[in-house]
């Protein structure tokens, strides 16, 4: 249910103005709405500057923690240091560290990330180290050949000797990965020569590591490999710079970004607040349940110089008043379904209730099988044991959970325990769907026709309350339609006396210019689809049927297949996919059946959250 | 003959249905996939959108069952 909310001002002296936002802030009660007043305040210059310096100072103090590693969690946070030029100058220092330890760290892992591209290269031609070179002026072009591409390699070399009159050398090896690692020396002079073809016979050179240039990779070999060692130690070193950093400063920090936080939303909160040169004045909404304890927490801190009103009668009225769902805890987690729409609008209607207790059923209905229902108890548990407490993975598991017993529930019901199975085990059904499908059908289409009436009479009875008595007689009309429409259907077809069919009849024809006076043509087409929305609950026993043969086929296998084993299997197979498919399908049916067919007549979207000025907290 | 012609029409009743459903969702998916891509929070929306065109092959498969249970079985 949508909680009821009041409207509070708090007033006082000028000079009280941020204690008492503060004391606000900490009963985190009051959702601030600017107080409608007359005149506007005096624009205030230095909360725009307080603004900037303590978003500035959250910069500095976010990216260090960032670049930061994460400390001990389980350490004694420190005192909060307030907003000072020796937090900011404090903050600066800790960022540019952080900052300066960071990218030390990142260029070295970029460095050894390259070198290491080069470590195959090395391991190939590591035996060459130290011998003599044919051209002590030598240049080297590294060349990695694709794999399979070695019978191009004869070639490479013919056409490279015959382009530089022999002064070259090819020396190739083969990597692990099939490449060809190919080592092109060069005497100076023929150097131009050799990289302008290689470059007309789009030879893809690797690019020389950093340090190296042109020169003799044979040469800076020894240099590269000795660099490759040394960065792991210097990697640590750095590491341990950075731990620290992190050991000394993190608990300062977490403590200054909390306080800032506070601040800023504080600083935010002006924004709604009017303050004059003695006076200001506070208003907001907070649960009508707990304005005494706000107005008592405030009246022990400051005694009669601050005062409290509860301001007008606006319940079930004003459009600005936030809305906040309050639900019993055995319906609570069926709010991560409601809330998947927009909030409804503060005065209308919560659904939450309605959808705790059709949504499982519906499923229920739909699945109806004890084996199947019994799997999904066995998932949802699984997800219940993971979830953290008042998390909405666990609101997923409980209705999980209920969807479970709903449809063990219905599967006793129709006997079914993995389709058919559960007949031959000897379950009675005491309502077969697999046969009784006409009766299936007229069930599922009456459930529609008491879920719509439902929504019918909850929009009525909304608008009613809300003084649109126009509106709610419409509703009113066209169900009294309805279920004379229904009554007649049933005279016509002799469940009841067919003698009352004309008196019905007549009933509708009456109510018809009524309901087209009182809403308009637009009533006509939207009892049409009132119809329409009765009839989609047809989906519920197409769902079921199906479900319920694809189980039946998948037993059938069992003596189709030749050998029982192999049977078996694909039965088995066979169910575990209908088991998917039954849970998304009916899971996706019944929401349908709850947001198009039975939210479309009394849910009002468009509620604003109700979001209460309180201390700050890190998203986990 | 008359069961032949009757078998035809609840193969007709439920896989022209399925054709349109398959048609209309073919067009919905992409478009929703393209607006989750920006918006996220329009999960539900998109899955809602999805399934509305599957009422007709569930209404197709209802009529097909109607028409199979006139010819006994």
Redesign the interface.
Known sequence: MIVRMARLRIAGPRPLLEDVLAAVQDSGLLHLDRPRAPYAAPPDGGLAREHRHVQRCLIDIETALDRLPAGDAGRKPADAPGLSRGTLRRARRIRRDADRLAHARASLEDERVLLLRYREFFQAFESLVGHELTWPDSQAFYVVLRAGAGSALAELRRSLEAAVSGEVEVLHRELSSGEWAVLILVSERAAPKVGALLAASRVEELPAPAGVGHTNLLRALPALKARLAVIPEELQALDEDRRHLSDAERPWLVAARTELRDRLLRLDARHRVLAAEHLFIIEGWLPEARVADLERSLHDRFGPEVVTATVGGEDWSAPDTPVTLHNPPIFRPFEVLTRTLPLPKYGTIDPTPFVAVFFPAFFGLMLGDIGYGLMLAALAGALRMKSAPDSQLRSVSTIGLACASSAVAFGLLFGELFGSLGHAMGLHPVFNREEATMPFLGMAIAIGAVHITLGLVLAALNLWHRGHRREAMGRGVTLSMLLLTGLALLAALEVLPSRLFTPFAIAVLVAFPVLVALEGIVAVIELLSTFGHILSYARIMALGTASLMLAVVANEMVGAMGSVVVGALFALLFHLVNFAIGLFSPTIHALRLHYVEFFGHFFSPGGAEYRPLGHWHPTP | MEIALLGLAAALAISIPAIATAWAQSRIGPAAAASLAEKPEL??TA??LI??P??MV??G??VA??IL?RTGG
């Open positions: 999960s539900t899955i809602i399934a509305i599957e009422t569930i209404l498969f209802v069952v109607l249970l």
